[in-house]
């Protein structure tokens, strides 16, 4: 990271290289998503067949390769018209306060904001720079969703219906009944890849969230309350809770996501906690499998369960590019309704264009129709500090298998909060 923000501080030297390139009938777009490129290289014929405007689309994969080619670009500064930022809030804050991302606020006002009313607020949030950041960059929007993304649960309806449960659970009572109910017969309750500590992290959030409330939890971020506190040792016992036998994965701990994946796919277990992407891999794993999704069910039924969510995928207009109109109407176009249902068809990702939900597979409208209950890091005001965040994921993981207790863990957690405030100060 640190490499990172010490060569994007050194573009301003470069600020006058370059020539400036004259308007052309052409516009060019790089992205690193190989999943996509068919489906964009299509839409990009599509659209030079309408406007008679060609756009180039330009493949650079993997992801970390995309970056560093676009951190070059920009030092030679020779950006492409349409590209992508793949790195934190703040990276994406050091890109505009060098004059590399136009601000797209007039253009999403236009029309009394019928472009900016047609996205998710949710992935519109991931691009928006509010008044007052921590970044002091300019209030307004630098960036346009192309598609969106969420965490959810999702159940198998065939193992619910063999354990005689008519629908799948909306409070988490409801969930430890059903599982429960499960283990009679013989069928483990919930898989999820908590091997990888971001999806503790995530599963962890959504109940932080729903048990005591966003301004408790960035309370706690900013070191005025305590993981000891009663609040978030209710937190920590949902995990020792659904430790109870039948209801997770044998070695749960110890999954990748890809094995959590798999596991839901073969019907091994009844429930999982997975984010949309799921809806490719199942139909490639298990094409017959009959599930549905649901949101994780509440302790708190006084508070909406918030889950993560936001943008999936963003791009970014170059604010040196003369053809920076051609851009916009292109990204216009992209986002429209018609384009954005192709998109969704083709490479079953949610739609960031609320209008395009009727037309996509139910399963995926099913995952995007809660997007106003989504939430994300990289939208909140405060962040906890990674090593917080490790010792609470790894505090959790300990619970599950049995190792702490939730008090020995918030204690834990608590002395290293402690001493990373110490160090702040």
Request: glycine share 6%; net charge positive; hydrophobic share 45%.
């Amino acid at each position: 990271m640190k490499k990172i923000v010490i060569i994007l501080l050194g573009v301003l030297i470069f600020c006058g290289c370059g020539k400036p390139r004259e308007p052309l009938n052409t516009i060019t777009l790089w992205h690193w998503m190989t999943d996509r490129d068919p489906a964009l290289q299509e839409l990009a014929r599509r659209y030079a067949k309408q406007t008679g405007v060609k756009v180039q689309v330009e493949l650079y994969a993997p992801s970390d390769t995309y970056t560093q080619r676009i951190i070059a670009a920009a030092q030679a500064r020779v950006l492409p018209d349409i590209y992508g930022i793949l790195d934190k809030k703040e990276i994406f804050a050091s890109f505009i306060d060098n004059g590399f991302v136009a601000d797209l606020s007039p253009y999403f006002k236009k029309d009394n904001g019928a472009w900016e009313k047609s996205f998710f607020a949710q992935a519109l949030d991931v691009n928006r720079f509010p008044q007052g950041n921590i970044y002091k960059i300019p209030p307004g929007i630098y960036g346009v969703p192309i598609d969106v993304t969420n965490i959810q649960m999702l159940y198998n309806k065939n193992l619910l219906k063999k354990a005689g449960i008519a629908r799948p659970p909306l409070t988490f009572d409801e969930f430890m009944a059903d599982v429960a109910a499960l283990h009679r017969v013989g069928v483990t309750g919930f898989v999820s890849g908590w091997g990888e500590m971001w999806m503790v992290d995530c599963f962890a959030s959504n109940y932080a969230f729903n048990i005591m409330g966003e301004e408790k939890v960035m309370a706690t971020f900013r070191g005025e309350l305590a993981y000891t506190s009663g609040e978030w040792l209710k937190v920590l016992r949902v995990f020792q809770t659904m430790a109870a036998p039948g209801v997770l994965a044998e070695g749960i701990v110890t999954k990748t996501n890809k094995d959590a994946e798999q596991a839901f796919a073969l019907e091994r277990a009844a429930f999982a906690f997975n984010g949309y992407w799921c809806v490719n891999v199942y139909n490639q794993m298990n094409p017959k499998l009959a599930y549905g999704v649901m949101m994780p069910p509440v302790i708190n039924s006084e508070r909406p369960m918030k889950i993560w969510g936001g943008a999936g995928s963003s791009f970014v207009v170059n604010n040196h590019s003369p053809n920076k109109e051609q851009a916009v109407a292109f990204l216009k176009w992209l986002t429209a309704k018609e384009q954005q249902t192709f998109l969704s068809q083709a490479t079953l990702n949610l739609p960031a264009n609320r209008a395009a939900l009727s037309d996509i597979p139910p399963v995926l409208a099913d995952f995007a129709k809660v997007m106003d209950q989504t939430t994300h890091p990289t939208i909140w005001p405060y962040n906890e500090h990674p090593l917080v965040t490790e010792a609470l994921d790894r505090g959790l993981q300990s619970i599950v298998i049995g190792e702490k207790t939730p008090q020995q863990v918030a204690q834990e957690v608590q002395a290293v909060k402690v001493r990373v405030m110490a160090k702040k100060k």
